[in-house]
């Protein structure tokens, strides 16, 4: 049996006391990605009480990312890796409206700084 199969087994045997995680090498992201795909799919039908923060805007998925805030209660958006007169204008015009309560500020220290995302053209 593989190591992670075993694993699976173990939190399937005693669900009160064993939670699965998954994680990866960071320094690898695409092969880290590519590992969190096989393993995960479905997230927020399985899972609908799991709170999902999504990164980055999204981008270049900016009208699926706004459905899902919009279907999913608990799935919201961040700002990271933007300066914030970078962002697209449809996605400025949904954080006006109805996403304004489905979005985070974030900025992508150190590359960004929050001042540095605050600023205008």
């Known amino acids: 049996m593989s190591r992670q199969r075993f ?3 173990v939190i399937n045997a005693a669900p009160a006391r064993f939670r ?3 994680s990866v090498d960071l320094h690898n992201p695409v092969a880290g990605v590519r590992e969190i795909s096989r ?31 919009v279907k999913f209660q ?3 958006v961040d700002t990271s890796a933007y300066a914030l007169h ?3 204008p449809a996605f400025v015009a949904w954080m006006k409206g ?11 220290w150190p590359m960004l700084s929050p001042r540095k995302c605050l600023e205008g053209d």
């Open 86 to 88: 970078r962002l697209p």
């Open 20 to 22: 699965g995680l998954a």
């Open 39 to 69: 393993w995960v799919e479905d997230v927020l039908l399985d899972f609908p009480e799991l709170v999902i923060v999504a990164g980055h805007v999204g981008f270049p998925w900016i009208d699926e990312l706004v459905t899902l805030t």
């Open 98 to 108: 109805i996403g304004k309560n489905r979005v985070m500020f974030g900025t992508n």
């Open 74 to 76: 608990n799935f919201y």
């Open 7 to 9: 694993e699976i087994s």
